[in-house]
């Protein structure tokens, strides 16, 4: 089965940057869509980013400072977060959907405070 392993979250201070990792095991993936997501606390999970073989999206809140990347090789997704403010914190998820996949990761978290 899938899993999903993420890495790279931490504590940084506003106006730092932190790189997201999440690495799928397996072989032989057909992924569609490699995505992260986040979730802070009393709030919704929400769509950060998204990656196909040709797009991408951001949602608003990040769009200019954020960056989604993959590597269908190495089964990657990485999400570089630059000009980090406070309202970042949360708990971040990648997330993978192709075919017979459809898997999150476990989260990692992600806290920007002085």
């Known amino acids: 089965q899938v899993q999903l392993v993420e890495s790279g979250g931490g504590l940084v201070e506003p106006g730092g940057s932190l790189n997201l990792s999440c690495t799928a095991s397996?072989?032989?993936?057909?992924?569609?869509?490699m995505a992260w997501f986040r979730q802070a606390p009393g709030k919704q999970r929400e769509m950060v980013a998204s990656?196909?073989?040709?797009?991408?999206y951001y949602g608003d809140s990040v769009k200019g400072r954020f960056t989604i990347s993959r590597d269908n090789a190495k089964r990657t997704v990485d999400l570089q977060m630059n000009s980090l403010q406070p309202e970042d914190t949360a708990v971040y998820y990648c997330?993978?959907?192709?075919?017979?996949?459809?898997?999150w990761g476990q989260g990692t978290q992600v806290t920007v405070s002085s």
């Open positions: 997330r993978f959907v192709g075919v017979g996949v459809n898997r």
């Open positions: 397996g072989s032989n993936l057909k992924i569609n869509v």
């Open positions: 990656i196909t073989n040709g797009n991408t």
